[in-house]
């Protein structure tokens, strides 16, 4: 059974940047579109950014264009996810998962299963 870890969050000064990865075990990630989503307690798990299975395109949620970098690397099983300009609303638990993939909207995940994410905190 495939199974998701996510790593790589922690507290940040507003501005700050970090780097939050995806692993994968039991399974290949290659072969599938992805995606990052964020959850807060006051809000539902919502799509951040995707990226098809070949890294020929990627989609971004409006409040995090030109901000984040969602890529991959297939060699490797990984999927990552670049916070530059980091602002308090980006805190938040991350997570990644595959999706259907769609370039116009966001993205809806589509594994039953969900890692155990990584928090990110934004705060002076």
């Known amino acids: 059974q495939l199974q998701l870890v996510e790593s790589g969050g922690g507290l940040v000064q507003p501005g700050g940047s970090l780097r939050l990865s995806c692993a994968a075990s039991?399974?290949?990630?290659?072969?599938?579109?992805m995606g990052w989503f964020r959850q807060t307690p006051a809000k539902e798990r919502e799509f951040v950014a995707a990226?098809?299975?070949?890294?020929?395109?990627?989609n971004y949620l409006d409040s995090v264009k030109g901000r984040f970098t969602i890529s991959r690397d297939n060699a490797k099983n990984t999927v990552s996810l670049q916070m530059n300009s980091l602002k308090p609303e980006d805190t938040a638990v991350y997570y990644c998962?595959?999706?259907?993939?769609?370039?116009?909207?966001?993205?809806?995940?589509?594994?039953?299963?969900w890692g155990q994410g990584t928090q990110v905190t934004v705060s002076s």
């Open positions: 998962n595959l999706v259907f993939y769609n370039s116009y909207t966001a993205s809806r995940p589509s594994y039953e299963y």
């Open positions: 990226i098809r299975w070949n890294s020929d395109s990627t």
């Open positions: 039991g399974g290949t990630l290659s072969s599938y579109d």
